[in-house]
T-cell receptor
Framework: SQQGEEDPQALSIQEGENATMNCSYKTSINNLQWYRQNSGRGLVHLILIRSNEREKHSGGLRVTLDTSKKSSSLLITASRAADTASYFCATAYNNDMRFGAGTRLTVKP | DAGVIQSPRHEVTEMGQEVTLRCKPISGHDYLFWYRQTMMRGLELLIYFNNNVPIDDSGMPEDRFSAKMPNASFSTLKIQPSEPRDSAVYFC?????????????FGDGTRLSIL
């Protein structure tokens, strides 16, 4: 399906470590987006990467996209406790956008 | 600049009662989305509007659910009658022109509990 699937479902790391979350999908995309959701809050858009882009940076975030493998990764460098949240990828194609089930990231102080 | 505003933040009611959730999108946004989030099913799109017109309501679970957007700054999602299985967090989101491919701005949701 078009819907992205995040991997792993849950990730626990120490503050200062890097966190990598992956998203795989099965169909074509126009773009792929990453969102963060803090507990009890709505989703917040982090970054959008177009299908013709391979890598993008925003703040301490690095996103890669490999359309041949139909996968994307989100890297948070030097994580902080405040990065504890759920992270979702969303695949967009032909005026349709689908969210994955998310990765729950816990950053321990 | 105010974000998407939803009310109420929490709603607890008994089965069979009517529930109305409200949303004020970001000014200037012409797309509005209603989602439902549960642990079991994740984030599900219920319905979305473009320029106040419902475009796709295929995600609305059944006739007990209805949504309206009488003007560009207000939308409601109504459940009548409510059932325990409707318990979830309901989110409203809005986006600027460009269709559903554009980044969406979410409110903080309404946590609905049906007893």
């Amino acid at each position: 399906s078009q819907q992205g699937e995040e991997d792993p479902q849950a990730l626990s790391i120490q503050e200062g470590e890097n966190a990598t979350m992956n998203c795989s999908y099965k169909t074509s995309i126009n773009n792929l987006q990453w969102y963060r959701q803090n507990s009890g809050r709505g989703l917040v858009h982090l970054i959008l990467i177009r299908s013709n882009e391979r890598e993008k940076h925003s703040g301490g975030l690095r996103v890669t996209l490999d359309t041949s493998k139909k996968s994307s990764s989100l890297l948070i460098t030097a994580s902080r406790a405040a990065d504890t949240a759920s992270y979702f990828c969303a695949t967009a194609y032909n005026n349709d956008m689908r969210f994955g089930a998310g990765t729950r990231l816990t950053v321990k102080p | 600049d105010a974000g998407v505003i939803q009310s109420p933040r929490h709603e607890v009611t008994e089965m069979g009662q009517e529930v109305t959730l409200r949303c004020k999108p970001i000014s200037g946004h012409d797309y509005l989305f209603w989602y439902r989030q549960t642990m079991m099913r994740g984030l599900e799109l219920l319905i979305y509007f473009n320029n106040n017109v419902p475009i796709d309501d295929s995600g609305m679970p059944e006739d007990r659910f209805s949504a309206k957007m009488p003007n560009a700054s207000f939308s409601t999602l109504k459940i009548q009658p409510s059932e325990p299985r409707d318990s979830a967090v309901y989110f409203c989101a809005s986006s600027f022109s460009g269709g559903r491919n554009q980044p969406q701005h979410f409110g903080d949701g309404t946590r609905l509990s049906i007893l």
